[in-house]
């Protein structure tokens, strides 16, 4: 199989450590252009898509070095895919085209009431699937402040939940920060029980877990956000922030708990609630490498979260630092 390393590029080339690395599938996202069913969409809008690479945009944003781990085909949505990271300042040293596989996609359809949109998810079988244990990276990566997860990367297959494991547990035990979104994506498992006890289990790896509501009752069996943060803290995190939506963040530390309330966006602004809980990571994460307290992590994850929903795209809304207000 010929798979070509791509070079740095951006902000983090050279041997330069980056500040965070994650590691994810990225996709080509065509949105619709006009509202309805997908099935009677005609024009389409293409754009980019992939969790851990809407995070990886957002704190390029913020001004933080970003290494990316994924692997595309040798496609024209790849090429348009390296070219959007490129011009994000995002590391891609690690990014690796694969001629046998192609790149993933999905559709999204344009949702008018600032409902969740329709989505189709075209990934089985693409390049990110492939990865495996061989794509680890060395070298700076392995010096980075923090290594960033969700529980997407682990569904793809049994090589990559192999891969995310491996790099959880390489992670905590050379002291490094690990932040966990479940981003919980039941269609990608073979039966619920598996993706609970893979999820559960790359949490107890984390040092911070951010699981949505509706995701830590499923997850835990806790009905409340405290019951959840409990559920985490005892299986070794060290801080659980629960995305409560509208209502704001349910914290929770050896320090304290409490609420951080949520940023208001009157309901004819919200036009895609896609990538919410995406740019809700940013916050938090850029807080905490800044040595925020975890209230004003939780406060930052919701402005910049109420903040997406008002654009369309997975990452059209994510923020500049000046946009943030921030220095």
């Known amino acids: ?28 996202l065509l949105m619709a252009c006009q509202p309805g069913p997908l099935a009677a969409v005609r024009q389409f809008e293409r754009a980019t898509a992939g969790a851990e690479l809407n995070v990886s945009v957002g704190l390029s944003r913020l001004g933080y070095r970003v290494g990316y781990v994924s692997r595309l085909g ?46 189709e998810y075209f990934r089985r079988g693409s390049a990110a699937s492939h990865m495996s244990r061989t794509d680890i990276p060395s070298g700076p990566y392995q010096h980075a402040r923090l290594l960033h997860l969700t529980g997407i990367s682990p569904a793809l297959s049994d090589t990559c939940r192999d891969m995310v494991l491996t790099m959880a547990a390489q992670a905590r035990g050379a002291g490094r920060l690990v932040t966990f979104d479940p981003n919980l ?53 060290r801080q659980v922030v629960v995305k409560l939506g509208p209502q704001g963040a349910y914290y929770a530390s050896a320090e304290g708990r409490g609420v951080a309330p949520g940023a208001p966006v009157p309901p004819a602004n919200v036009v895609d609630t896609v990538g919410a809980g995406d740019g809700f990571a940013v916050g938090v994460i850029s807080a905490l490498l800044e040595d925020l307290p975890l209230a004003a992590a939780a406060a930052r994850g919701n402005a910049i979260g109420a903040r997406v929903v008002q654009y369309r795209g997975d990452c059209e809304g994510l923020p500049t630092r000046a946009q943030l207000g921030l220095r």
Not at 92 to 102: A, F, G, I, N, T
Not at 208 to 222: H, N, Q, R, S
């Open 74 to 119: 040798k496609d024209s949505l790849a090429r348009n895919l390296l070219d959007f990271m490129a011009a994000e300042g995002i590391d891609l040293r690690h990014v690796r085209q694969d001629e046998r596989y192609p790149t993933g996609f999905m559709l999204k359809s344009m949702a008018l009431d600032g409902s969740d949109p329709e989505v």
């Open 185 to 237: 994506r039941p269609r990608l498992w073979p039966t619920e029980a598996a993706m609970v006890e893979t999820v559960n289990t790359l949490a107890g790896l984390a040092d911070i877990v951010m699981p949505g509501l509706a995701e830590g009752k499923l997850l835990t069996g806790c009905a409340e956000a405290h019951g959840i943060a409990d559920f985490y803290l005892a299986r070794g995190a």
């Open 1 to 28: 199989m010929d798979i070509d390393n791509i070079e740095g590029a951006g902000g983090a080339g050279g041997e330069k450590i980056p500040d965070v690395v994650t590691v994810g599938e990225a996709m080509a």
